[in-house]
């Protein structure tokens, strides 16, 4: 479940990670790059709304960590 502060719930189904967490909404438009935004130390804390449709296609490499672990509260 997605709770904005207007009032707007969005229900859904977790994956992953168990657990309750908040933090800013954010979106990404990007194509590319979703392993460095996730690993992004300026991102540390907020819940990341990618807008591309097809997110893990081209899996990922350690060397393009940007931190050792991922940064965002979500996805």
């Keep these: 479940m997605l709770a904005l502060s207007d009032g707007t719930v ?17 979106f990404n438009t990007s194509m590319t790059g979703y392993q460095e935004i ?12 990618m807008t591309y449709p097809h997110i893990g296609n081209y899996g990922t490499q350690p060397r393009d960590d940007e931190a050792r672990k991922v940064m965002v509260a979500g996805v």
């Excluded at 969005?10 to 954010?26: D, K, N, R, S």
């Excluded at 690993?39 to 709304?49: A, E, F, V």
């Design 38 to 49: 996730f690993t992004d130390p300026s991102y540390y804390g907020q819940l990341m709304m």
């Design 10 to 26: 969005v229900h859904g189904e977790a994956i992953g990670h168990e657990g309750i967490t908040g933090g800013e909404l954010c």
